[in-house]
């Protein structure tokens, strides 16, 4: 199962509101075959690992998968896994955890065990959850996975005033930065910032752009003239109709008036401050609006830093938040 979610990882940044999947075939205990789902609309990893095998080979085999494998609906584009592992007459399937796709949600693994498939469920599935976190709390919410990210001095300003460009994270940093873009669907900023910055909020790691299935992240400026909602306490509605939209997870690259909001209305997985060694002077930080969300601000379930350069990057996630990862509080 190592193996199957190291396959799944190199879908990262290519599958747009799909899962990372990854699979692998074993019989007599050597690997007969591998694969994984390469991008948003290609071939599923199942299909991808078993293609190239005999028919007899496969006959007997056991097949190792990260997520329950898919079943057939109407409006769905490619044919349904579960059935292909039927017909070719697979032993044993050892999913790491279910798919809670309303659509699937146990009913692949109830189809072939009823057809004498053995199905083991559970294995490393706290690992296959953190790794498809946003796909899981998408699927379960319909709201999309929230990053964000901000930069911030030593004295905790974003910027300073009067309002000016200012590069505070190093380049280190924005390496990492173009990652978290790669992996987001969409980016949000608010219109100062479109406007003092201009930033164009485009992956440009040469990985991404010379894969003809990367799809660069959407652009959505949260301004009066662009996207207005009627009021900021109106974003929760806003982002529960990007995930209608089809989008799983959005990376937050605002000022700080946005990432106040989205922080004050607990609306957000993941945080990401990126710390530099300067003082900025005057300046704005992130001031939260009430007790609420200073409570929830110190209510991560995970958290870890990483240096990067001369910054220091602090990574706070939600568990509670994702119904599908509660059983890693558990750990
Ligand atoms: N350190 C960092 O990580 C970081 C990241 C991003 C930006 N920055 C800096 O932060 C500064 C800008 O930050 P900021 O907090 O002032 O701005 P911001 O993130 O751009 O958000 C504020 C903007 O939101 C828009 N807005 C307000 N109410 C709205 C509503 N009801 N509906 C839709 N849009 C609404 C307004 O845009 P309109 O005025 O267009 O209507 C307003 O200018 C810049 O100096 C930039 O360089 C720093």
């Known amino acids: 199962m190592k193996q199957v979610l190291r396959l799944a990882s190199l879908g990262r940044g290519f599958t747009g509101a799909n899962p990372l999947v990854g699979c692998v075939v074993i019989k007599n205990d050597t690997l007969i075959g591998s694969g994984y789902h ?24 056991t097949v190792y998968c990260n997520l329950e494998p898919c079943t057939s609906w109407p409006e769905k584009k490619t044919p349904p896994c579960a059935e292909l592992l039927l017909n070719k007459k697979i032993k044993r399937i050892v999913i790491a955890h279910q798919d809670p796709r309303p ?39 319909g709201i ?12 905790g300003k974003l910027h300073p005033t009067p309002l000016t460009r200012k590069q505070i994270s190093g380049p280190e940093s924005q390496t990492l930065v173009q990652h978290l873009r790669a992996r987001s669907q969409a980016i949000i900023i608010g219109g100062n910032t479109e406007r003092i910055d201009s930033p164009k909020l485009t992956v440009r790691l040469e990985k991404f752009l010379t894969n003809p299935h990367f799809v660069q992240p959407k652009r959505l400026v949260l301004s009066n003239s662009k996207i207005k909602l009627q009021s900021p306490t109106e974003l929760g509605v806003w982002l529960k109709n990007l995930g209608e939209q089809g989008i799983s997870s959005v990376l937050v690259e605002a000022g700080p008036f946005w990432q106040q909001e989205f922080l004050s209305q607990n609306l957000f997985d993941e945080t990401l401050a990126i710390i530099s060694p300067k ?22 379930d995970y958290h870890t830093w990483k240096r990067l350069g001369a910054d ?19 750990i």
């Open 38 to 61: 390469a991008y948003f609309g290609g071939a599923h990893a199942e299909v991808m690992a078993i293609s190239k095998i005999k028919e007899s080979d496969l006959a007997d085999s």
């Open 103 to 141: 659509q699937i949600n146990g009913r692949s693994i109830e189809r072939l065990r009823n057809n004498g498939i053995q199905v083991d469920v559970g294995l490393l599935s706290s690992q296959a959850a953190w790794m498809n976190r946003s796909y899981l709390k998408w699927i379960a919410t």
């Open 144 to 155: 999309p996975y929230v990053r964000l990210k901000f930069a911030q001095s030593l004295d």
């Open 279 to 300: 003082f900025l002077g005057p300046g704005l930080g992130i001031v939260l609006k009430n007790e609420h969300s200073e409570g929830n601000f110190s209510s991560f």
């Open 312 to 330: 220091i990057v602090l990574q706070g996630i939600k568990l509670k938040g994702n119904p599908c990862l509660q059983e890693l509080l558990n």
